[in-house]
């Protein structure tokens, strides 16, 4: 059965942050024990769809309260880091250059 393509079972989600958040995020990392900074997001997105989307949400025990004004306060933020999609640069050659 070559050529089978595998079923993608995941979708990337990529985010970038600076360097002195990335900074934070590794002390945070250390401090209270976790693997790595993923392990970090994965935990964010988490806590977040349980606060938004509570529907889907299969655990039985409730959100604390914290947790959901610490969304809530966040959605009404401004946006905190700005980045510039980088733009290709328009090459000046002909085809007909040589």
Request: net charge positive; glycine share 2%.
């Given at each position: 059965?070559?050529?089978?393509?595998?079923?993608?079972?995941?979708?990337?989600?990529?985010?970038?942050?600076?360097?002195?958040?990335?900074?934070?995020?590794?002390?945070?990392?250390?401090?209270?024990?976790?693997?790595?900074?993923?392990?970090?997001?994965?935990?964010?997105?988490?806590?977040?769809?349980?606060?938004?989307?509570?529907?889907?949400?299969?655990?039985?025990?409730?959100?604390?309260?914290?947790?959901?004004?610490?969304?809530?306060?966040?959605?009404?933020?401004?946006?905190?880091?700005?980045?510039?999609?980088?733009?290709?640069?328009?090459?000046?050659?002909?085809v007909n250059d040589e």
């Amino acid at each position: 059965m070559r050529g089978k393509k595998k079923k993608i079972l995941t979708k990337k989600v990529y985010s970038r942050v600076t360097p002195e958040t990335y900074q934070r995020l590794n002390a945070i990392k250390a401090k209270y024990g976790f693997n790595s900074v993923y392990e970090i997001i994965q935990s964010l997105i988490h806590c977040f769809l349980r606060v938004a989307d509570p529907a889907s949400d299969t655990q039985t025990e409730p959100i604390p309260y914290d947790i959901e004004m610490m969304f809530e306060e966040m959605s009404e933020a401004e946006k905190h880091v700005e980045f510039e999609k980088p733009k290709r640069k328009i090459s000046n050659k002909s085809v007909n250059d040589e």
